[in-house]
């Protein structure tokens, strides 16, 4: 394995460190994730679709019965 040094200037960086925090991961994994989905050629379309099954996976607590009635919805009748 080898290790890369990326210089940021500290605005990027902090915003990154930002937004590793939120995705509960490091700036380090982001860059990662990043180089492997760029070497593995993967087009947008696909980078997309996978990213669709990952957030339907994390999707837990949905239930169709929750719903409100169209009506409701729309605020019509009121």
């Known amino acids: 394995m080898k290790n890369l040094t990326v210089s940021l200037d500290?605005?990027?960086?902090?915003?990154?460190?930002?937004?590793?925090?939120?995705?509960d991961t490091s700036v380090s994994a982001l860059v990662k994730k990043f180089?492997?989905?760029l070497a593995s050629?993967?087009?947008?379309?696909?980078?997309?679709?996978?990213q669709e099954c990952?957030?339907?996976?994390?999707?837990?607590d949905f239930d169709g019965s929750d719903r409100l009635p169209r009506d409701d919805v729309h605020r019509r009748g009121a």
């Open 10 to 23: 500290d605005d990027t960086y902090r915003r990154a460190r930002m937004i590793a925090a939120q995705r």
């Open 35 to 37: 180089l492997l989905d």
């Open 41 to 50: 050629g993967e087009s947008e379309t696909e980078r997309l679709k996978r």
């Open 54 to 60: 990952e957030l339907r996976e994390r999707i837990t």
